[in-house]
């Protein structure tokens, strides 16, 4: 009986043996499985974000005209243009003596001279003008003028609009909407919209693009009645802009 209990023994300890190396295969076969559908998973995953990235940047460089798509382009884009065309006039022309300017509105709006002392005076500034000192800072900037072919400043009464056609990339557009404000006796420039062709951006990187440019030209040309007044205020019309200012000085300008 002895001899035979033994070998009963030795029979389940083989079982047992061989029943754990079925289990270890069978759990080896289930990780090998995992690996492959992670893998599998992650190749279906890459192709599903490459898929979505290229349609971005496809809807973008369409969008924005910077590269014609396709079929594509025919569905997402519309040449811009502007709200109007403006006048164009030399740069020579829009550089006359801005103090004249001021003593011209002085002599029409006062009696006399002292009553001006305190007084409020609108300076008016066209479109033509605007676009005329804007397009002289580009042809002054050799990296600006390598890359613009054509730019102009529309005025409206609730905003300017800039219009800039690029040379390259070809056929490209860059539109700003605009309001200038006076703050602490200088103008800055608000961006209310910015598009590329007809995608719009987000406002901020149209702030960055402008500002340092026109807000230079909009100071430029305010700057020589300064010594004469403080600015109090600037409102728009249909072509022009107009900037009130606060006259405290007469000295200089008679």
Same mark, same amino acid.
Do not use: H
């Given at each position: 009986?002895t001899?035979?209990?033994t070998?009963n ?12 190396i079925?289990?270890l ?7 090998q499985?995992?690996r ?9 995953a890459?192709f599903?974000?490459a ?10 460089l ?5 590269v ?11 040449e811009?243009?502007?709200v ?9 022309e829009?550089?006359k003596?801005p103090?004249?300017?001021l003593?011209d509105?002085?002599?029409g709006s ?8 305190n007084?409020?005076?609108d300076? !008016?500034f066209?479109d ?6 804007i397009s002289e800072q580009?042809?002054q900037?050799?990296?600006l ?6 730019? !102009?400043?529309a005025?409206l009464p !609730? ?9 390259n990339p !070809?056929n490209?557009y ?8 006076a703050q602490?006796?200088k103008i800055?420039?608000?961006?209310i ?12 990187i149209g702030?960055v693009i402008?500002a340092?440019?026109?807000e230079k ?13 403080k ?6 019309d ?13 000295q200089?300008?008679?």
């Open positions: 009986m001899r035979i209990e070998e023994k030795k029979d389940g300890i083989v079982d047992d043996l061989q029943s754990e079925n289990k295969k069978k759990g080896l076969k289930k990780k499985n995992r492959i559908l992670g893998c599998g998973s992650c190749i279906i890459f599903i974000f898929i979505l990235l290229s349609s971005f940047v496809s809807y973008f369409a969008k924005s005209g910077i014609q798509i396709p079929y594509l382009s025919d569905f997402l884009y519309k811009p243009k502007p109007y065309i403006v006048e164009t006039i030399y740069y020579e829009s550089q003596d103090l004249l300017m003593k509105n002085l002599l006062f009696e006399t001279i002292n009553n001006a002392l007084s409020k005076v300076l !008016q066209s033509s003008k605007l676009t005329s000192l580009v042809r900037n050799k990296s003028n390598n890359r613009i072919d054509f730019l !102009q400043i005025v !609730q905003n300017l609009e800039l219009f800039i056609k690029l040379k !070809q490209t860059l539109i700003f909407e605009i309001i200038p404000k602490n006796n800055e420039l608000e961006v919209s910015f598009k590329i062709g007809n995608l719009k951006m987000p406002n901020f702030k402008i340092p440019i026109g030209v909009l100071n430029m040309i305010i700057a020589p009645f300064l010594g004469f007044g600015i109090q205020d600037m409102g728009l249909y072509g022009r802009i107009y900037v009130k200012v606060l006259i405290t000085s007469l200089g300008l008679f």
